[in-house]
Structures are given as C-alpha cells and as structure tokens.
C-alpha cells in the first residue's frame, strides 16, 4: 500500500469518528430549543446554503440538460 493510500485510510479513520461526534453533540444541543424555534433555524439554514451553492446548482442543470437533451423541458428540470 503507497503512502497516498495510507493516509487517506487514516485520515477516513480521524475524520469519521469527529463528524460523528460533532453530530451527536449538534442534536443534543438541538433538544435543548423548542421545536419551533429550531424549525425556524433549519428554515434560514436552508436558504442560506441554497444561496451559497449556485454555482453548483447550475453545473447540475447545465449536466442535466446535457444528458436529456430534448426529451425534458427546462421546467422538468
């Protein structure tokens, strides 16, 4: 095994088991707020990385467009 794959099996290995933490602690903070209150936050949230990935959004259309061509309007995709 090269050294490229050694560190990328380690890094999955460090990287993983973080993001899993991190995640456990976001929902127990999460449990803390009123239901609506974190609904509303999620709300914002969402808008907010929709705004932030535009670029991406539009390779996904152009990519889309390129696949079915004709056979789906702008609209359907």
């Given at each position: 095994?090269?050294?490229?794959?050694?560190?990328?099996?380690?890094?999955?290995?460090?990287?993983?088991?973080?993001?899993?933490?991190?995640?456990?602690?976001?929902?127990?903070?999460?449990?803390?707020?009123?239901?609506?209150?974190?609904?509303?936050?999620?709300?914002?949230l969402?808008?907010?990385?929709?705004?932030?990935?535009?670029?991406?959004?539009?390779?996904?259309?152009?990519?889309?467009?390129?696949?079915?061509?004709?056979?789906?309007?702008?609209?359907?995709?």
């Amino acid at each position: 095994m090269n050294w490229k794959k050694r560190w990328k099996k380690i890094r999955r290995g460090i990287k993983y088991p973080i993001l899993v933490f991190l995640i456990k602690i976001f929902i127990k903070v999460i449990r803390l707020f009123p239901r609506k209150t974190v609904l509303k936050a999620c709300a914002a949230l969402g808008r907010t990385a929709f705004s932030l990935v535009r670029k991406e959004r539009q390779k996904t259309i152009d990519n889309l467009s390129h696949i079915y061509g004709r056979q789906k309007s702008k609209e359907e995709i």
